[in-house]
DNA sequence: TCTTGACCTGGAGCGCGCTCCAGGTCGGAA
DNA sequence: TTCCGACCTGGAGCGCGCTCCAGGTCAAGA
């Protein structure tokens, strides 16, 4: 078969993260939990290293590690089609907040900016 | 004269930053000096107000301490005009490059949103 | 068989950005 | 004059998100 899983090491190399962060995120409950050979080494799926791109998605974008706790369990688990929407529709108005927050900066640095160029 | 001053409570009412905050932040260099009574109480001028505006629409952007401490560092001391703009345009990138994150992970948001509110 | 190194666990440590606290001073209303 | 509350300082504490460490197991190549 072609579905291939990945050792601790190639999905750190793969996701970018660290396994001390891989295993930080199994433990509080981002992702997995990953399934392990006999000897109790973790082997990474393919949809594994998909969500951990998600998560990281996420966490780039400044979502906490509650938050993507509740994420991840959410949409693992049954909950109700309402309960999803309006968490993800909460955490899409923060982010949009965000992205407001950071444009408000923008325009004052190229205040500054402007304030500095110009020869006066 | 119309220029008041502010005394640490009014200035933390007016900026809506704890007393722990403003001195947390003058004690980094992010603001002041800020001017003393001679009982060595605070006082802060309508300028130092605005400067602290400044500092927390930044912090809302994400910049962190180290930054915003060459920040003002920049904008107050002796420096020159390529070396402001060169950070000014510096940080502009950064912010830049985080809405962008943002915007991914709205992306990636709006994503699970529509699968979950369409009927199959 | 031996060694190497990737991996395991539990728990301590760390940098950031505040936040809180103890113990003291001072200005102004009662 | 006395009190109260706003303020002062130096320093400890805290929550977050990792990051590091010690001590151990295991698979595989020389």
Redesign the pocket.
Known sequence: MTTQTL??????EATG????????????GLIGP?D???????TYSDGDVAWIETVTCM?AAG??????REFTRLLREEATVEERVRFLHERRVELLAQIEAIRNAVVVLDDKIAHFSQPG
């Open positions: 050792t601790p090491g190639e999905a750190a993260l660290s396994l001390d962060t891989l295993r930080y995120y199994e433990r509080e990953i392990r050979t006999t000897s109790g080494r973790r966490r979502l906490g590690i509650d938050h993507l």
